[in-house]
């Protein structure tokens, strides 16, 4: 499938093209009785399409729906189209986007049993999930959108499976209109499915297998091999689809040239693969057919005056009437960009192909604003890294994103840098662990070593973590934390103080640390309690009271301290940007203030 030039009057493409050369167009006429779009859907009914003001919020290059009755008496209804429509429902110039649906809604079947269901573009298996209403009643409620849907991005519909198109089966009476590819008011057999089922038939039907769906119904199946009780199916769809008349023109570059001996615009414009004759036209320029094939087309017209023209017209001959659109011719710029890895210098040289209006050129910005390029065309500037790319304008509406080249010595490996953990207070005879998990870099290994204190038997000293109990004697050990890389070791040191109890209950609570991180939605919070002991616990509410949200309860512990570390948090803080805190016991702390960061 290709799809084709935007229309300049709503900035929908002009049609959607198929592998069989079916090319269908957007049609939003309420006028038309094939394009299913009431003047009750414009928001002013009596005036004329126009864009945004008077559009539709949806319209469509292809629209097909079949429809059933299941055996219980319900509807089963399928939709096959390549829609156009709008970001936000609403019609709006660069929120238009174009997706093809695939939807299958079926209710009345058994709850949890599997159905299979058959039609132009594929074959899709579901289980009927339960209805709300009764669970003994099972349904099929399914929809597949394929496209670009954040506005533009037209080709991604491109390898969607709603393709190619359908048509009227030219076999069964009657014909369908002439410049469509259906009648939408008619139930009509089709044609255009790629796809074969096991009998060698193309599906150009909509099928539904399953347990008893065919029991009373007026569509049971009639196709040798089925069995109708547990088989409906119909031929007969509901088609809209208009012709392609016109093959329309884009252009996606003029750039003019203009020095002491040249004066000219460069005109590349891009249509259908057949043949055209397309021709631009302005003031100051002698009108000029483009030469080209395959869809490609260009010429190199000569304007005169003291400046190029502010506009110009590019127009297909071919179609009937005319398509034509206006453009800005703009200037072209010639640029290059090196990044020298020694001197962490990045050179950016351009040049305009104005050498008469002399416009300003500038390359987008790294952190320090808009940097303009001297009028020498050359650029230099220290930089910490190689940018992927460069980015230049011009004040003549050119742009031109260029790929760095890169030159100087190769990068360092990366070093390794060891983090023994922060220190800690323990009690007699706990067991310590101790932690290197904060070491950076790619680490070949690990080892442990005790500095100073009474020895102790460290287990694992050659992981992240290794453990060992605490003396009984009130001391400070010291631990370092060795870690290799492939270009180097680095150390790291951390001190475990022991003491004999923990420190006499003053009746506090405290927070000493309320953090929020948004980047990853990250509380960090620690504090002090004097409860202590088991079940001793610390209740953290958002807000200014002990009665709001209830964020979390925390355990403290034999030193008397708490700490709550959670990422992806569902709760965030709320506009007081405080919590408060509670006791088992029943203490109370009120408005802590939180620390916001990224």
């Known amino acids: 499938m290709r799809v084709g030039p935007i229309n300049p009057f709503d900035g929908f493409p002009i049609w959607y093209k198929d592998e069989n050369g079916l090319r269908l167009q957007l049609n939003i006429d309420p006028t038309d009785p094939f394009s299913c779009i009431a003047s009750t859907d414009l928001p002013a009914p009596t005036q004329p399409v126009s864009f945004p003001d008077n559009y539709p919020d949806e319209g469509f290059y292809q ?102 198109f359908l048509q009227w089966d030219p076999a069964a009476a009657p014909a369908a209109p002439a410049g469509y590819i259906g009648d939408p008011a008619v139930p009509h057999p089709i044609i255009g499915s790629q796809f074969v089922d096991q009998s060698g038939q193309p599906q150009n039907y909509f099928r539904i297998e399953g347990p008893g769906i065919g029991i009373g119904s007026p569509d049971r199946s009639t196709t040798p091999g ?24 884009d252009v996606p570059r003029a750039t003019y040239t203009q020095n002491a001996d040249l004066q000219v615009i460069d005109v590349f414009a891009a249509s259908d693969d057949m043949d055209q004759s397309i ?93 303009v390029i001297p009028s020498t065309g050359i650029l230099s500037m ?67 070593t005790q500095l100073t204190g009474t020895p102790v038997e460290l287990l694992n000293e050659d992981t992240l973590t290794p453990s060992f109990n605490a003396p009984n004697t009130a001391e400070t050990l010291g631990f370092q934390l060795s870690v290799t890389g492939e270009e180097n070791t680095s150390t790291d040191q951390v001190h475990i103080h022991v003491i004999e109890s923990a420190p006499t209950p003053t009746g506090n609570l405290t927070v000493t640390r309320a953090e929020f991180r948004t980047r990853d939605a990250e509380w960090r919070m620690t504090g002090t309690s004097d ?63 939180i620390t916001i960061r990224r």
Not at 226 to 249: A, Q
Not at 287 to 300: D, V
Not at 388 to 402: D, E, K, L, Q, W
């Open 63 to 164: 629209l097909a729906e079949a429809e059933m009755t299941t055996g219980a008496g319900e509807r089963a209804r399928l939709v096959l189209a390549l829609e156009a429509a709008f970001v936000n429902e609403v019609p709006k110039m660069n929120e238009q986007i174009v997706f093809a649906r695939v939807r299958v809604r079926v209710a009345g079947l058994q709850a949890n049993a599997q159905y299979t269901v058959t039609h132009p573009y594929g074959i899709d298996t579901f289980i009927a999930e339960a209805a709300p209403r009764n669970p003994t009643v099972g349904e099929i409620n399914f929809t597949e959108d394929f496209g670009g849907m954040n506005g533009g991005d037209f080709d991604i519909v491109l390898n969607s499976r709603v393709q190619p």
């Open 226 to 249: 089925f069995d109708p009780d547990h088989c409906i199916e119909t031929r007969n769809f509901s088609l809209l689809g208009k012709i392609s008349t016109i093959s329309g023109v």
């Open 531 to 593: 409860v202590i002991g088991s079940g001793a616990a610390i209740s953290i509410f958002i807000g200014n009271e002990a009665a709001g949200v209830l964020l979390a309860q925390v355990l403290v512990n034999t030193l008397g301290e708490w700490e709550y570390r959670v990422e992806e948090a569902t709760i965030q803080p709320d506009e007081t940007r405080a919590i408060s805190i509670q006791s088992s016991s029943g203490g109370t702390l009120l408005s802590a203030p």
């Open 382 to 448: 220290n930089l910490q890294f190689a940018p992927a790319a460069v980015t230049v304008r011009s004040t003549a509406g050119g742009s031109r994103t260029i790929p760095v080249t890169v030159s100087g010595s190769p990068t360092s490996p990366t070093t390794v840098i060891a983090n023994a953990g922060e220190d800690a207070t323990v009690l007699f005879d706990e067991r310590v662990t101790l932690n290197g998990s904060g070491s950076s870099g790619k680490i070949i290994s690990f080892n442990w």
């Open 279 to 371: 021709q631009v036209t302005g003031t100051g320029i002698v009108p000029t057919l483009l030469s080209g094939s395959n869809g490609q087309y260009f010429a190199r017209v000569q304007f005169t005056g003291d400046r190029p023209p502010s506009s110009i017209t590019v127009t297909n001959l071919s179609d009937e009437p005319d398509s034509r659109i206006d453009v800005a011719p703009i200037d072209f710029i010639t640029a290059a960009a090196n990044y020298d890895i020694d001197s962490q210098t990045l050179t950016i040289e351009a040049v305009s192909s104005d050498a008469i209006g002399t416009p300003t050129l500038s390359a987008e910005e790294f952190g320090r604003g808009e940097l």
